[in-house]
């Protein structure tokens, strides 16, 4: 028989078990939906003029409210959630789930409650299939600090996952524009709801395989140029693209013919997205993308490092520690950081690159985020990194 988890009152992630919990043994419905639902119930209810009233603390009448508010969040929020949903839970079952719910906002303390219980939920139930796992907050913070989106600046990423990058972004510039794309549906929906709650339109999550290329007309999905040109009239590319692809996953012989990096070697899916990425920005344009460690340091990928120098003025190379993508994989990683270049170099061997290995990755062999002193913060290294990396892009713009 599985051990019931401890439930621990205001832990998220204990929070996001509990509600897995009682959803998958009382409700037989499927616990990704009905948290969803619940969530956007939940944050319908805090943008309506009710919100000081209780959600859904009683039994009796529980399902004609949490109707209620889905209608209301259809009709708020369009793309978030089909019009025809309703919960399929008893009214019993949504007071329970509603009682653990801690009293604080979801919608305050931007929203980091929120991302902590859909990331749980979304990783539980896809991403680790496919060897992709959401970059924890607290490095995309960092890494968003060091690029730094610019008022009406485009920002993209090709696997948006849960939208943690895209919401950072907005966090750090409200004016700018983000996009995101995946092709895991149940992800793409995450994404929705949270750029929504970020006052963003949920249209613009996009689910489709950001590897298609118009050379592709195996289906009818559309193209990132196709979808962009359909939105933006002289879209030239975006201006700054933050990315934690897939690192496994089988893309399939179709591709080789039409990415460089896949030809004379072996196909793998985070080096074709390293490709499309750069392919996708402005000359000029800013890149941050999460990479196997294998991808910097390995020799049999020296081509791909080549190639990647030629287009690209690496600005940093940010390892990461073993303990960052944990409890789901104990796989080394780093961030690659830099600027596309105006056209291929054929010499860059002078050029400096910033090393940074990190000695502190604000977890534990567990996957537990270690906090500093002060109990709020997480405990990581990356901040010490984050001023050389600003100084280095402000030296590129100045042309120094």
């Known amino acids: 028989m599985g051990k019931r988890h401890e439930f621990r009152e205001g832990d998220w992630e204990s ?3 509990r509600l897995d919990e009682i959803i998958s043994a009382h ?9 969803l639902k619940l969530l956007v119930a939940r944050l319908a209810h805090e943008s309506s003029p009710a919100s000081t009233e209780p959600f859904l603390s009683h039994a009796e009448g529980a399902v ?6 889905l209608r209301q969040a259809v009709e708020r929020w369009p793309g978030v959630l089909d019009t025809r949903t309703v919960t399929r839970l008893s009214g019993a079952e949504l007071a329970r789930c509603a009682a653990i719910l801690p009293p604080a906002r979801l919608l305050s303390e931007d929203l980091v409650g929120l991302d902590a219980i859909f990331e749980f939920i979304v990783n539980r139930t896809s991403k680790g299939q496919k060897g992709q796992y959401f970059t924890p907050r607290h490095v995309i913070s960092e890494v968003v600090e060091m690029l730094r989106p610019r008022p009406g600046e485009l920002v993209a990423d090709l696997a948006c996952g849960s939208g943690g990058f895209l919401r950072h972004a907005l966090l750090h510039e409200p004016r700018c524009s ?3 794309f995946d092709q895991d549906l149940r992800a793409c929906r995450v994404a929705r709801v949270m750029l929504a709650a970020s006052g963003q339109e949920a249209s613009r999550i996009v689910c489709t395989d950001s590897l298609r290329l118009p050379t592709h007309r195996a289906d009818r999905s559309s193209t ?3 979808i962009m040109h359909s939105k933006i009239e002289d879209f030239q590319g975006f201006d700054l693209i933050l990315t934690n692809p897939p690192f496994a996953g089988d893309v399939g012989d179709q591709f080789a013919e039409h990415y460089q990096l896949a030809r004379g070697r072996r196909v793998e899916r985070d080096v074709l997205f390293l490709e499309r990425c ?3 920005l402005k000359p000029g344009g800013r890149l941050a993308i999460v990479l196997p460690h294998s991808k910097v340091g390995n020799r049999q990928w020296t081509g ?3 190639w990647l120098l030629e287009r690209v003025r690496l600005i940093a190379s940010l390892g990461l520690g073993r303990n960052t993508f944990r409890p789901h994989t104990g796989q080394k990683a780093c961030v690659l950081v830099g600027r596309k270049r105006a056209a291929v170099a054929q010499r860059f061997d002078e050029e400096e690159v910033l090393f940074f290995v990190s000695d502190r990755d604000g977890k534990d062999v567990r996957g537990r985020l270690l906090l500093g002193a002060d109990g709020q913060r997480v405990d990581h290294d990356l901040p010490e990194a984050t001023p050389l990396v600003r100084a280095r892009f402000d030296l590129l713009a100045a042309g120094v």
Request: glycine residues 6%; charged residues 35%.
């Open 15 to 17: 929070i996001a078990l």
């Open 27 to 35: 409700s037989g419905e499927d616990p990704f939906d009905e948290a």
């Open 64 to 69: 004609r409210q949490a109707n209620r508010l």
């Open 178 to 180: 983000v996009w995101g």
């Open 224 to 226: 990132v140029e196709e």
């Open 278 to 280: 750069v392919e996708l």
């Open 304 to 306: 791909v490092r080549r």
